[in-house]
Protein backbone atom coordinates (compact mmCIF):
# COMPACT_ATOMS: atom_id res chain seq x y z
CA UNK A 1 0.00 0.00 0.00
CA UNK A 2 1.12 3.44 -0.53
CA UNK A 3 1.44 6.49 1.82
CA UNK A 4 -1.64 8.43 0.81
CA UNK A 5 -4.12 10.79 2.42
CA UNK A 6 -5.66 8.79 5.64
CA UNK A 7 -3.15 5.81 5.79
CA UNK A 8 -1.18 5.53 9.21
CA UNK A 9 2.79 5.62 8.18
CA UNK A 10 5.32 3.76 10.77
CA UNK A 11 9.07 5.25 9.83
CA UNK A 12 11.94 3.94 11.42
CA UNK A 13 13.99 7.47 11.67
CA UNK A 14 17.24 9.02 12.58
CA UNK A 15 18.14 13.21 13.02
CA UNK A 16 21.14 14.67 12.56
CA UNK A 17 22.06 18.18 12.13
CA UNK A 18 24.29 18.97 9.15
CA UNK A 19 27.59 18.03 10.63
CA UNK A 20 26.11 14.06 11.20
CA UNK A 21 25.97 14.86 14.35
CA UNK A 22 23.01 12.66 15.91
CA UNK A 23 19.96 14.70 17.04
CA UNK A 24 17.33 11.58 17.61
CA UNK A 25 18.40 8.28 17.12
CA UNK A 26 14.77 7.59 16.93
CA UNK A 27 14.33 4.93 19.52
CA UNK A 28 11.11 4.51 19.06
CA UNK A 29 9.10 4.87 15.18
CA UNK A 30 6.90 7.86 14.76
CA UNK A 31 3.29 6.76 13.86
CA UNK A 32 1.59 9.49 12.26
CA UNK A 33 -1.68 9.86 10.29
CA UNK A 34 -0.86 10.91 6.85
CA UNK A 35 -2.64 13.97 4.99
CA UNK A 36 -2.43 16.93 6.57
CA UNK A 37 -3.32 16.51 9.60
CA UNK A 38 0.07 18.02 11.38
CA UNK A 39 1.54 15.02 12.72
CA UNK A 40 5.12 15.47 11.06
CA UNK A 41 6.49 18.31 9.54
CA UNK A 42 4.60 18.82 5.90
CA UNK A 43 7.97 19.07 4.09
CA UNK A 44 8.67 15.63 5.65
CA UNK A 45 4.84 14.45 4.75
CA UNK A 46 5.60 15.38 1.10
CA UNK A 47 8.53 13.61 0.47
CA UNK A 48 6.74 10.94 1.71
CA UNK A 49 4.01 10.99 -0.30
CA UNK A 50 3.45 7.84 -2.52
CA UNK A 51 5.76 6.15 -1.07
CA UNK A 52 6.00 2.02 -0.74
CA UNK A 53 6.52 0.40 2.44
CA UNK A 54 10.93 -0.03 2.63
CA UNK A 55 11.36 3.31 0.88
CA UNK A 56 14.66 5.51 2.26
CA UNK A 57 14.00 8.94 2.46
CA UNK A 58 16.79 11.33 3.60
CA UNK A 59 14.90 14.65 3.96
CA UNK A 60 17.06 17.90 4.55
CA UNK A 61 15.07 20.44 6.38
CA UNK A 62 15.66 23.98 6.53
CA UNK A 63 14.57 25.93 10.19
CA UNK A 64 11.71 26.93 8.31
CA UNK A 65 11.07 23.41 7.81
CA UNK A 66 11.19 22.13 11.28
CA UNK A 67 11.58 24.18 14.38
CA UNK A 68 11.83 27.52 13.30
CA UNK A 69 14.50 30.57 13.24
CA UNK A 70 15.64 31.69 16.69
CA UNK A 71 13.88 34.26 17.62
CA UNK A 72 16.34 36.36 19.95
CA UNK A 73 13.44 38.16 21.41
CA UNK A 74 11.75 34.82 22.85
CA UNK A 75 15.52 35.04 25.69
CA UNK A 76 14.65 37.23 28.46
CA UNK A 77 16.93 37.75 31.84
CA UNK A 78 14.60 38.04 34.58
CA UNK A 79 15.28 38.49 38.19
CA UNK A 80 16.47 35.50 40.40
CA UNK A 81 13.43 36.58 42.72
CA UNK A 82 10.94 35.00 40.42
CA UNK A 83 12.16 31.51 40.70
CA UNK A 84 12.01 28.92 42.90
CA UNK A 85 15.18 28.00 45.11
CA UNK A 86 15.85 24.89 43.46
CA UNK A 87 16.03 25.84 40.02
CA UNK A 88 18.27 24.41 37.53
CA UNK A 89 19.87 25.24 34.13
CA UNK A 90 18.01 22.95 31.14
CA UNK A 91 14.85 23.10 33.39
CA UNK A 92 11.94 24.02 31.53
CA UNK A 93 8.65 25.72 32.39
CA UNK A 94 5.54 27.17 31.14
CA UNK A 95 4.94 30.81 30.96
CA UNK A 96 1.42 31.57 31.62
CA UNK A 97 -0.51 34.63 28.91
CA UNK A 98 -1.76 37.27 30.87
CA UNK A 99 -5.12 35.83 30.23
CA UNK A 100 -4.14 33.14 32.05
CA UNK A 101 -4.30 30.36 29.21
CA UNK A 102 -1.46 28.26 28.52
CA UNK A 103 1.76 30.16 27.55
CA UNK A 104 5.13 29.21 25.30
CA UNK A 105 7.75 26.46 26.95
CA UNK A 106 10.98 28.15 28.51
CA UNK A 107 13.98 26.75 28.81
CA UNK A 108 16.30 28.42 31.86
CA UNK A 109 19.67 28.42 30.17
CA UNK A 110 21.98 31.00 32.41
CA UNK A 111 21.85 31.43 35.92
CA UNK A 112 23.93 34.40 37.62
CA UNK A 113 23.81 35.86 40.77
CA UNK A 114 20.43 37.79 41.04
CA UNK A 115 19.39 37.27 37.18
CA UNK A 116 18.16 33.90 35.51
CA UNK A 117 18.37 33.75 31.91
CA UNK A 118 15.28 32.12 29.99
CA UNK A 119 14.69 31.45 25.96
CA UNK A 120 11.43 29.85 24.87
CA UNK A 121 12.82 28.84 21.65
CA UNK A 122 12.83 25.06 20.80
CA UNK A 123 16.25 23.50 21.38
CA UNK A 124 16.46 22.64 17.69
CA UNK A 125 15.59 26.40 16.44
CA UNK A 126 17.60 27.65 13.87
CA UNK A 127 19.19 24.17 13.23
CA UNK A 128 18.91 22.34 9.34
CA UNK A 129 18.16 19.04 10.20
CA UNK A 130 18.78 15.83 8.44
CA UNK A 131 15.88 13.49 9.03
CA UNK A 132 16.38 9.75 7.31
CA UNK A 133 13.71 7.02 7.56
CA UNK A 134 12.58 4.18 6.30
CA UNK A 135 9.14 2.87 6.03
CA UNK A 136 7.92 0.35 8.12
CA UNK A 137 4.25 0.32 7.75
CA UNK A 138 1.44 1.60 6.03
CA UNK A 139 -2.19 1.26 6.91
CA UNK A 140 -5.93 2.56 5.73
CA UNK A 141 -7.05 4.94 8.78
CA UNK A 142 -10.06 3.98 10.76
CA UNK A 143 -12.49 6.06 10.51
CA UNK A 144 -12.33 7.28 14.01
CA UNK A 145 -8.73 7.66 13.86
CA UNK A 146 -9.53 9.77 10.51
CA UNK A 147 -12.63 11.71 12.35
CA UNK A 148 -10.37 12.69 14.89
CA UNK A 149 -7.27 13.40 12.92
CA UNK A 150 -4.44 11.53 15.01
CA UNK A 151 -4.18 7.75 15.14
CA UNK A 152 -5.48 5.17 18.36
CA UNK A 153 -4.26 2.52 19.52
CA UNK A 154 -0.52 1.07 20.25
CA UNK A 155 1.98 3.63 20.13
CA UNK A 156 -0.99 6.82 19.78
CA UNK A 157 -1.56 9.14 22.46
CA UNK A 158 -5.00 9.20 22.60
CA UNK A 159 -6.77 11.79 25.38
CA UNK A 160 -10.44 12.48 24.22
Known amino acids: MKIAKNTV ?12 NAVDEGEQPIVYLHGGYDGIFPRIEE ?4 QDVGAVLEIKLQPE ?10 VAVEPRSLFPDNIEVGMQFE ?6 DDGELYMITDIADDKV ?8 AGMALIFSCTVAEVRQATDDEIGHGHIHGPGSHHHH
Not at 14 to 20: A, C, E, I, W
Not at 65 to 74: I, K, N, P, S
Not at 117 to 124: E, I, R, S
Request: proline content about 2%; charged content about 30%; overall charge negative.
Open 9 to 20: VTLNYRVTDSDG
Open 95 to 100: RATEDG
Open 117 to 124: VVDGNHPL
Open 47 to 50: ALHD
Open 65 to 74: DAFGDYDAEL
